[in-house]
């Protein structure tokens, strides 16, 4: 599972739009390295640069990935920056469509991610979810019942 974005940016590797925008997701974490590892050996992402920030390209999409601390800055004054302080408790995470979430949830197992549950099935989805390292929820779906599925 590869990065495939090849739209437009300025170059093919970095998150640097010629026009318009597009989407990064930023992740803060305890350990880069750690994090960097998990989303590269493990989901199948692609390391655009090691850090300050970590630059990943990740399916049609990019992560962010730095570590938190140390008191607001200017650009954002009153935000202190930090992983998440409670895994159980969920204020936003990474949600992950695929054509085949059984195969994907088979993959990932055997690079050794440790899912909560295999996938299960809803009305008009089938999904599974795990944690990276610093406990960032990852929902990995797919879309059932659609015409044509």
Not at 18 to 35: K, Q
Not at 46 to 52: D, F, K, L, N, P
Not at 76 to 95: A, H
Not at 109 to 116: D, I, M, Y
Request: charged share 20%.
């Amino acid at each position: 599972m590869e990065s495939t974005y090849t739209g437009n940016l300025i170059s093919g590797e970095w998150p640097a739009p010629r026009e318009g925008m597009i989407l990064t997701h930023l992740l803060i974490v305890n350990d880069v390295e750690r994090s960097l590892a998990f989303y590269r050996d493990i989901l199948g992402a692609t390391v655009v640069q090691e850090r300050w920030p970590c630059v990943m390209r990740f399916l049609n999409g990019w992560l962010i990935i730095n570590t938190g601390g140390g008191d607001p800055t200017d650009d954002k004054p009153t935000v202190t920056v930090e992983p998440p302080s409670d895994p159980n408790r969920l204020s936003g995470g990474l949600n992950i469509r695929v054509a085949d979430v059984y195969a994907t949830y088979e993959a990932w197992t055997a690079r050794g991610a440790e899912f909560l549950a295999p996938p299960v099935e809803f009305p008009g989805e089938i999904r599974c979810y795990l944690r990276d390292p610093d406990g960032h929820l990852i929902e990995v779906g797919q879309k059932i019942g659609l015409p044509g599925m």
